[in-house]
């Protein structure tokens, strides 16, 4: 779509959007908030679990941990940016939301999810070294380099996604003043104004395929790597220990980019097929699930991480 349908009447910029929520399911999205509150707390005390095992636990500050770390926060993060309003209009109903507070949401949803798709590929690669080249894998993965390349995903984040909101701040005059979503998605907001929407379409097209596609062809290659190395070992029993340390990731992989791939092909390509309820049903459990499940893959998977969190509980219980 390159220019937005007529409309029967425009408005200046308005100075709050209303945010529908999830639209064809009425009174019944209601009962969607026993789905999405469990989501949203289980990222906030499963992330914030791991945080603090990793920051209080020396043993634990170890470029693997501290790349797990800088997954639950951004977890945190983006779990935050869209579940308090997202279980506000659930539950309330239709609610305001500021224009300037929607083109920050709208930042911070993207940013944060370009971040966790970077982050997944730095974990690939360091699993990649520790699998394929263990002996120099204290010389080539350092904590200080892990600190380097998670800055230079936040920087590469803000400055792939800052477009996004500068795009739909350059329209003065939109259709209407209600999004038909559940939080300001990019397209939810474009599909209001009035105006050549060519550049929101093709960048956000362009952002989708060049982030996510690149990281997934990086996680790619580095399981290709580790998958020779685990076959040049001797016994059954080696390759399945060395194949054992990235089940984790995997498991988180398979939960980030799988319900993400579903609903960025039934959106791009089932919008005639696919009801518009399901889109934005299945892009808010993209960005819910994977913050709820993965403190519980790497805290039941991971015996270093499950071993401190049963200390942590078990020294506060004896407390009382």
Known sequence: MVETPQCNSTFLRPTFFTLMGIPGL???????????????????????????????????????????????????????????????????????????????????????????????????????????????????????????????????AVAIVVPFPLLVARFEHFCAKTIRHAYCAHMAVVELVVGNTRANNLYGLALSLAVSGMDILGITGSYGLIAQAVLRLPTWEARAKAFGTCSSHICVILAFYVPGLFSYLTHRFGRHTVPKPVHILLSNVYLLLPPALNPLIYGARTKQIRDRLLEMFTFRKGQF
């Open 26 to 156: 009425g009174g019944a999205q209601a009962w969607l908030t026993f789905m999405f509150g469990p989501m949203y707390l289980l990222a906030l005390l499963g992330n914030g679990a791991l945080l603090t095992v990793v920051r209080t636990d020396p043993t634990l500050h170890q470029p693997m941990f501290l790349l797990l770390a800088t997954l639950a926060a951004t977890d945190l993060g983006l779990a935050t940016s869209v579940a308090p309003g997202l279980l506000a209009v659930l539950g309330l109903g239709p609610r305001p939301v500021p224009y300037a507070a929607c083109l920050v949401q709208m930042f911070f949803v993207h940013a944060l999810t370009a971040v966790e798709s970077g982050v997944l590929f730095a974990m690939a690669c360091d699993r990649a070294v520790a699998v394929g080249r263990p002996l120099h894998y204290p010389v080539l993965v350092t904590k200080a380099r892990v600190g380097y390349a998670a800055l230079a995903l936040a920087l590469k």
